[in-house]
Nanobody, 121 residues
Framework: QVQLVESGGGLVQAGGSLRLSCTASGRTFSTYAMGWFRQAPGKEREFVARIGWSGGSTAYADSVKGRFTISRDNAKNTVYLQMNNLKPEDTAVYFC??????????????WGQGTQVTVSS
């Protein structure tokens, strides 16, 4: 099975930056589209960003457009989420997941354990 491990979370002041990493093992990483999600306490998991298997196609939630950038390095089996100009509402546990086409959207069947991002005001 695919195993995903996130890292790079932490505590940052509003306006600061963090870069999250998600490293995959167990499968050929380059064949999978990947997504980032986040979940705040008491709330549902929320889509953040997605990247195609080759890195040429990306998508972002409106709330993070212009601030977050998803990228990948297939040689390192790693997908990144560069987060700039962080806001308190970005505080959440961030998860990466394998993305698969499903109907007119995507499904996510393999998830990492998550990494905490806390943005203070």
């Amino acid at each position: 099975q695919v195993q995903l491990v996130e890292s790079g979370g932490g505590l940052v002041q509003a306006g600061g930056s963090l870069r999250l990493s998600c490293t995959a093992s167990g499968r050929t990483f380059s064949t999978y589209a990947m997504g980032w999600f986040r979940q705040a306490p008491g709330k549902e998991r929320e889509f953040v960003a997605r990247i195609g298997w080759s890195g040429g196609s990306t998508a972002y939630a409106d709330s993070v457009k212009g601030r977050f950038t998803i990228s990948r390095d297939n040689a390192k089996n790693t997908v990144y989420l560069q987060m700039n100009n962080l806001k308190p509402e970005d505080t959440a546990v961030y998860f990466c997941a394998v993305a698969s086409p499903w109907k007119y959207d995507w499904k996510y069947d393999y998830w990492g354990q998550g990494t905490q991002v806390t943005v203070s005001s």
